[in-house]
């Protein structure tokens, strides 16, 4: 039924599968799909690929994710336009991209922010927590914390990197992906674990702000995670890398 995936971009190849199945009718309209760890199994990827291919297949219309249910087959409109997500790296790929650049960039703006640097930071989280409830504004908010930590060091293209690894949050991918686990308690995690970077960076301590980032986004991709209802097995060094079958 299934065959092992081999790629750079799994999530991709799997989400292929997985619709050619659904389209031939091997998965009826309305029929439970196997559980996310079987079809790690199946297809010997990590359970995060797996996870990361049916969102591209919601986004698409083929199936529909019930948080504490499983995951169903949809009759799909044909009104609904395939979703592309050749040039979208999926969201563990892009934290682990973050966790390599933006620790070292709070490790470095702990050595030469200024106090106003430091305003900023505060006004952003200031900010933010009277946007909790307010999924855009804490969107842009947390990216524009992010981009004032870079700024910090005044390095144009760095500064280039953060805003626009934080831009494709903005496509339909990451807002379906955001709708199953972003809510007003994971926004003051997620602000709570700015103020630690903030503090850190104020502090002018570059290894404890390297590793409040760290923590930020290990935390980051645990919700994301947990919100499939799995334990956050998987850390940002491995995430969206193939594992062979039985090693889940």
């Given at each position: 039924?299934?065959?092992?995936?081999e790629s750079?971009?799994?999530?991709?190849h799997v989400?292929d599968?997985?619709?050619?199945?659904?389209?031939?009718?091997?998965f009826?309209?309305?029929?439970?799909?196997?559980?996310?760890r079987?079809l790690?199994?199946m297809l010997?990827v990590s359970?995060?690929t797996?996870?990361?291919?049916?969102i591209v297949?919601?986004?698409?219309?083929?199936v529909?994710?019930?948080?504490?249910?499983?995951v169903?087959?949809l009759?799909r409109?044909?009104s609904?336009a395939?979703f592309q997500?050749?040039?979208?790296?999926?969201?563990?790929e892009?934290?682990?991209a973050r966790?390599?650049?933006?620790c070292?960039?709070a490790?470095?703006?702990?050595?030469v922010a200024r106090?106003?640097?430091?305003a900023a930071?505060?006004?952003?989280l200031?900010?933010m927590a009277a946007?909790?409830h307010?999924?855009p504004?804490?969107?842009?908010l947390?990216r524009a914390?992010?981009?004032a930590v870079?700024?910090?060091?005044a390095?144009a293209?760095?500064?280039?990197f953060?805003g626009?690894?934080?831009?494709?949050?903005l496509?339909?991918y990451?807002e379906?992906l955001?709708s199953?686990?972003e809510?007003?308690?994971?926004?003051?995690e997620?602000?709570?674990?700015h103020?630690a970077?903030r503090d850190?960076i104020?502090?002018?301590?570059p290894?404890t702000?390297?590793?409040?980032m760290?923590?930020?986004?290990d935390?980051?991709?645990?919700?994301l995670s947990?919100?499939?209802?799995?334990?956050p097995?998987d850390?940002?060094?491995s995430?969206?890398?193939?594992?062979?079958?039985g090693r889940?």
């Amino acid at each position: 039924m299934f065959t092992v995936v081999e790629s750079r971009r799994l999530y991709r190849h799997v989400a292929d599968q997985m619709r050619s199945l659904i389209e031939r009718g091997e998965f009826a309209v309305g029929e439970k799909l196997p559980a996310e760890r079987d079809l790690a199994e199946m297809l010997s990827v990590s359970r995060p690929t797996v996870r990361e291919a049916l969102i591209v297949l919601e986004v698409e219309g083929f199936v529909q994710i019930r948080m504490g249910s499983g995951v169903y087959v949809l009759r799909r409109a044909e009104s609904v336009a395939l979703f592309q997500p050749e040039d979208v790296e999926g969201p563990f790929e892009l934290l682990r991209a973050r966790a390599i650049v933006e620790c070292a960039i709070a490790e470095e703006a702990a050595r030469v922010a200024r106090p106003d640097h430091i305003a900023a930071l505060d006004e952003n989280l200031a900010r933010m927590a009277a946007s909790l409830h307010d999924r855009p504004a804490a969107l842009a908010l947390d990216r524009a914390f992010h981009v004032a930590v870079s700024g910090i060091i005044a390095n144009a293209t760095l500064n280039r990197f953060v805003g626009e690894i934080h831009d494709l949050r903005l496509t339909a991918y990451f807002e379906r992906l955001a709708s199953h686990f972003e809510n007003p308690e994971t926004w003051r995690e997620a602000m709570e674990e700015h103020r630690a970077v903030r503090d850190a960076i104020a502090a002018g301590d570059p290894e404890t702000a390297r590793k409040a980032m760290r923590i930020h986004l290990d935390k980051s991709q645990s919700r994301l995670s947990e919100s499939f209802g799995e334990e956050p097995a998987d850390n940002i060094k491995s995430a969206g890398q193939p594992k062979l079958a039985g090693r889940q």
